[in-house]
């Protein structure tokens, strides 16, 4: 989790911040600390033993933030040791004239001075130079703490110094609100000590004080209802989880946590924050990377680099890891809970930037003033909250192993083209699951990717798994994998969707930012590998079409900056070249020399952020062009054929064959299963239903019905009785108009005579709903060019009709076109004999909005369709089919236009 700054206010006055959420008494002159500032909420659990504390400002020493710790600024390793002077007093109050023994209070200060040498290697100490006794005339048991140590301090005439203390006991119990000491630092090398009468909790909390006077704040820990081992902070500064909040004094195994009979060793976050020790004891990895283990030694021993601290590369936060287990000031382990032995987790940061938060197994808030749960034990793994992983592998009294997973690249969905992978002649693609799991999806006929097929599980060891053909040379498709030592390894296919033995084919591959499996790059008919190094350069790895290298070479350079490469394949209809795009979503083709060089770059596409992978390189489509495949952080996977010019395809080939039918029309979702449907009737009139598989392609044909020549003229109505499912209007020559119901799944039910006299129409159309009423309706044009409107009663019958337009005689083809536009009216489109195409959008009241050129060159289809999203994607799509009886796919914009064509694969 993040570490929290609080806000530190300048003033005149002498307390500056609270660190404790005690309540203290202050005068209005006072500086608090800004709320709007603060992180998340810290709570203090009533009753916690604990001592409490203030930062000050020495008159004249301005104090803009946290103490700079210069006490702890000495140089590590040095010898000379400035002792910090004390003034120890042994003080009496109005209404308390008993005295706290001197010897004592002196032994206190010596076990404080004891630990802070052991934990500086000696280069802070405390000595008592100077004793005295002192009745208060003024300072009452009843006072506050802060009231009675000012009290006494200006009874005294003690001032701030470098290097100074005053320390002064009192003989109540404990101090007000139940404090068992209280202790004011000024800039980290002077600070005053407020303790009470002599008791079990005395040495270390004294030492603690000093802890505070050295800079140090509170050792907290996260808690959390749901007992998140970690958590994020929102835009604002809370936590992700609303139920986590920091606990103040909550890290029960640090001298700087509630006070303890014994006297803990500091946690390493104070160590590092404080410059402690000989600057040796904390291993600093920095940015954590790749996956490696690493051994700890007891934090309260003396073995160098015993902890380690690693930086989350998402998060950039700090962690520590130490081994707590009996040894020196963590004697006190030996007894009580398990729980507290074996490796600790700490961020620096807490309440404040200068507290540490403990993050334990559970954090579910514990009950009692003492978890017995502050250590990971070995077979446990935390995960920071941005994804990377610590496991503890073996805790010993003497050592500790972890295993920091730092490649995220292990646990993210990698997706990519495979080449015929199962080897039934389409090109399939592969995903390597977050979870390890390798499935398969193999291509289909109608641009279909089909159901994943589970082909492996475990590859999460690997950081990186690719494929693009036969890299073996066995005429099967194989699949590479790095791992995060840099082994690269091969797969070979065994041509139905399986493996033959893996082998390793490299190491030291973890050089590379990005590996490519780019074909036959350098034109040798052998499949070749490329890899983009951190510095941006690009090596060629000729492939020795056996599972070896030949020699590689460089062959580019600034590459580092594009945010995704990938295989293109032969996108231009020639050499195998590389698809590369910018942090701006812009992707630029890279079309390959065919002997290993590049020719100059194109635009291939703008806006492509939001995608995760591209996958390019092979013909999903079966068009004979080299497709790209892109799935979206989402998840959505989108289909780009190519044009087989270096671009994509303005419109597809999806079917031939289709001039035996003499009307070919849209059938909306006519068998039920959720993918628009197309009719078509033949000539001697048989009726074929071919049902959509939602990827702009059929996932087959039946004959529904014959004798159909008997109509004119039959249209897709929609749901025109309100019962059922779509249904067809058909009119006869003599124009009895009428209505063929459906079940909803393909199945036709009685039909039914609606009207007559339809045969004053020249052409007719089933729009849906184009009066706004909530029902779907029929237009007819009669041979002078009006429109007339056939409003749907909703029950299979009609409105009164009215005219809508005039002058549409000029429109060889005039056509239904769903919501071409995207404002949730129904459109039509009507092409003129010249080819131009124009949209007339409804306005959702019987009539139309301004209409709007479409292209040119429309006039070379026999027929129009429009088909809503038959190729799965969010945008209208419309078929025409050409006088060779090719059947072409058009994608819309779904805002009123035309563009490349886009596919759902899935």
């Known amino acids: 989790m993040r570490s929290f700054s609080r806000s530190v206010a300048a003033a005149t006055g002498l307390l500056v911040l609270a660190a404790g959420l005690v309540a203290l008494p202050a005068s209005p002159s006072l500086a608090a600390s800004d709320p709007a500032v603060d992180g998340p909420a810290a709570q203090f659990v009533e009753g916690t033993p604990?001592?409490?504390?203030?930062?000050?400002?020495?008159?004249?020493?301005?104090?803009?933030?946290?103490?700079s710790g210069t006490a702890l600024q000495t140089e590590a390793g040095g010898t000379a040791a400035a002792a910090m002077s004390v003034k120890l007093v042994?003080?009496?109050?109005?209404?308390?004239?008993?005295?706290?023994?001197?010897?004592?209070?002196?032994?206190?200060?010596?076990?404080?001075?004891?630990?802070?040498?052991?934990?500086?290697?000696?280069?802070?100490?405390?000595?008592?130079?100077?004793?005295?006794?002192?009745?208060?005339?003024?300072?009452?048991?009843?006072?506050?703490?802060?009231?009675?140590?000012?009290?006494?301090?200006?009874?005294?005439?003690?001032?701030?110094?470098?290097?100074?203390?005053?320390?002064?006991?009192?003989?109540?119990?404990?101090?007000?609100?139940?404090?068992?000491?209280?202790?004011?630092?000024?800039?980290?090398?002077?600070?005053?000590?407020?303790?009470?009468?002599?008791?079990?909790?005395?040495n270390s909390v004294i030492a603690h004080e000093f802890g505070h006077v050295l800079g140090s704040?509170?050792?907290?820990?996260?808690?959390?209802?749901?007992?998140?081992?970690?958590?994020?902070?929102?835009?604002?500064?809370?936590?992700?989880?609303?139920?986590?909040?920091?606990?103040?004094?909550?890290?029960?195994?640090?001298?700087?946590?509630?006070?303890?009979?014994?006297?803990?060793?500091?946690?390493?976050?104070?160590?590092?924050?404080?410059?402690?020790g000989f600057g040796t004891e904390i291993r600093d990895l920095g940015v954590a990377a790749g996956v490696k283990t690493y051994t700890l030694k007891p934090w309260g021993g003396t073995a160098a680099g015993r902890a380690v601290k690693f930086t989350d590369p998402v998060s950039r936060e700090v962690y520590y890891l130490e081994l707590?287990?009996?040894?020196?000031?963590?004697?006190?382990?030996?007894?009580?809970?398990?729980?507290?032995?074996g490796v600790k987790i700490v961020q620096r940061g807490g309440a404040t930037s200068a507290s540490s938060l403990a993050l334990m197994p559970s954090t579910i808030p514990f009950s009692g003033y003492y978890s017995p749960n502050h250590a990971w034990q070995a077979g446990r793994t935390f995960t920071t909250h941005a994804g990377t992983r610590v496991?503890?592998?073996?805790?010993?009294?003497?050592?500790?192993?972890?295993?920091?997973?730092?490649?995220?690249?292990?646990?993210?969905?990698?997706?990519?083209?495979?080449?015929?992978?199962?080897?039934?002649?389409?090109?399939?693609?592969?995903?390597?699951?977050?979870?390890?799991?390798?499935?398969?999806?193999?291509?289909?006929?109608?641009?279909?990717?089909?159901?994943?097929?589970?082909?492996?599980?475990?590859?999460?060891?690997?950081?990186?798994v690719f494929g693009d053909g036969d890299f073996s040379g066995d005429g099967k498709g194989d699949l590479i994998a790095r791992s995060s030592d840099g082994a690269l390894w091969l797969y070979p296919g065994n041509g139905t969707g399986g493996f033959q033995a893996r082998k390793q084919i490299g190491a030291g591959w973890n050089i590379f930012s990005r590996i490519i499996a780019a074909g036959d790059f350098d034109g040798d008919r052998r499949r070749d590998l490329l890899g983009v190094r951190t510095d941006g350069s690009l090596w060629l790895y000729p492939g020795s079409g056996t599972g070896g290298f030949l020699?590689?070479?460089?062959?580019?350079?600034?590459?580092?900056?594009?945010?995704?490469?990938?295989?293109?394949?032969?996108?231009?209809?020639?050499?195998?070249?590389?698809?590369?795009?910018?942090?701006?979503?812009?992707?630029?083709?890279?079309?390959?020399?065919?002997?290993?060089?590049?020719?100059?770059?194109?635009?291939?596409?703008?806006?492509?952020?939001?995608?995760?992978?591209?996958?390019?390189?092979?013909?999903?489509?079966?068009?004979g062009h080299t497709d790209v495949l892109v799935a979206s952080k989402t998840g959505a996977l989108m289909a780009y054929p190519g044009n087989g010019g270096g671009g994509f395809a303005a419109k597809l080939k999806i079917g031939a064959g289709w001039n035996v039918f003499n009307q070919v029309w849209e059938a909306g979702d006519f068998d039920g299963d959720g993918k628009p449907d197309v009719l078509a009737r033949s000539a001697e009139g048989a009726l074929r239903l071919y049902s959509g598989n939602g990827s702009g392609g059929f996932r087959g044909a039946r004959q529904i019905g014959g004798g159909w020549q008997v109509f004119d003229q039959v249209l897709s109505a929609g749901n025109f009785n309100g019962a059922g499912g779509p249904d067809l209007v058909a009119r006869k020559p003599d124009g009895s108009l009428w209505l063929y119901p459906t079940d909803g799944k393909g199945?036709?039910?009685?039909?039914?005579?609606?009207?007559?006299?339809?045969?004053?129409?020249?052409?007719?159309?089933?729009?849906?709903?184009?009066?706004?009423?909530?029902?779907?309706?029929?237009?007819?044009?009669?041979?002078?060019?009006?429109?007339?409107?056939?409003?749907?009663?909703?029950?299979?019958?009609f409105l009164t009709r009215k005219q809508i337009g005039s002058g549409w005689g000029g429109f060889d083809q005039v056509i239904a076109a769903n919501d071409f536009n995207g404002d949730g009216k129904a459109d039509i489109m009507a092409r003129a004999a010249d080819g131009n195409l124009w949209l007339y959008p409804g306005n959702g009241a019987s009539g139309f909005l301004s209409r709007r050129h479409l292209g040119t060159g429309w006039n070379a289809f026999q027929s129009m369709v429009s088909v809503g999203r038959f190729a799965g994607t969010a945008n209208p799509n419309v078929l025409t089919t050409a006088a060779d009886g090719t059947l072409w796919l058009h994608a819309g914009t779904g805002t009123g236009s035309f563009q490349n064509v886009v596919l759902n694969p899935r």
């Open 50 to 67: 604990h001592g409490d504390h203030m930062f000050e400002s020495a008159p004249g020493v301005p104090m803009d933030g946290l103490p």
């Open 90 to 202: 042994i003080a009496t109050l109005v209404d308390n004239r008993s005295k706290v023994d001197m010897a004592a209070a002196e032994r206190a200060v010596a076990a404080s001075s004891n630990y802070w040498k052991a934990m500086s290697n000696g280069r802070i100490s405390m000595t008592v130079t100077e004793r005295a006794t002192w009745n208060s005339p003024t300072a009452k048991s009843t006072d506050s703490y802060y009231s009675m140590i000012n009290k006494i301090t200006n009874e005294l005439k003690w001032t701030y110094g470098t290097n100074r203390a005053l320390v002064v006991f009192v003989p109540t119990a404990t101090l007000s609100d139940g404090a068992l000491g209280a202790g004011y630092s000024s800039n980290g090398n002077s600070g005053r000590v407020l303790m009470p009468q002599i008791g079990s909790y005395t």
């Open 217 to 276: 704040m509170h050792a907290d820990a996260l808690q959390c209802n749901s007992g998140a081992s970690d958590v994020g902070t929102t835009s604002t500064g809370q936590f992700t989880d609303s139920s986590c909040y920091i606990r103040e004094y909550g890290d029960t195994a640090d001298l700087m946590g509630a006070s303890h009979p014994s006297m803990p060793v500091i946690s390493s976050p104070f160590w590092d924050w404080r410059g402690l």
């Open 324 to 341: 707590r287990q009996p040894a020196g000031y963590d004697s006190y382990l030996s007894s009580g809970s398990a729980g507290n032995r």
């Open 391 to 464: 496991t503890i592998n073996t805790v010993t009294a003497t050592s500790a192993t972890v295993t920091i997973n730092a490649d995220l690249a292990l646990r993210t969905k990698i997706q990519f083209s495979a080449g015929d992978f199962n080897g039934d002649g389409r090109a399939d693609a592969i995903s390597r699951e977050a979870d390890g799991s390798l499935l398969m999806l193999p291509g289909q006929v109608g641009n279909k990717l089909g159901a994943p097929v589970r082909i492996g599980t475990g590859w999460n060891i690997f950081n990186t």
């Open 551 to 623: 020699p590689a070479k460089q062959v580019g350079a600034g590459w580092q900056g594009f945010t995704a490469v990938a295989a293109a394949g032969g996108l231009t209809g020639g050499a195998p070249g590389l698809l590369a795009r910018s942090s701006d979503g812009t992707v630029y083709l890279y079309p390959g020399t065919g002997t290993g060089g590049f020719l100059a770059r194109t635009t291939l596409a703008t806006g492509w952020n939001a995608a995760a992978d591209l996958m390019g390189g092979h013909d999903f489509t079966a068009d």
């Open 747 to 797: 199945t036709f039910q009685t039909p039914k005579r609606i009207g007559s006299g339809w045969n004053i129409f020249t052409r007719m159309l089933a729009p849906g709903d184009f009066s706004g009423d909530g029902r779907n309706d029929i237009i007819g044009q009669t041979a002078d060019g009006k429109l007339w409107l056939y409003p749907g009663n909703g029950t299979g019958g």
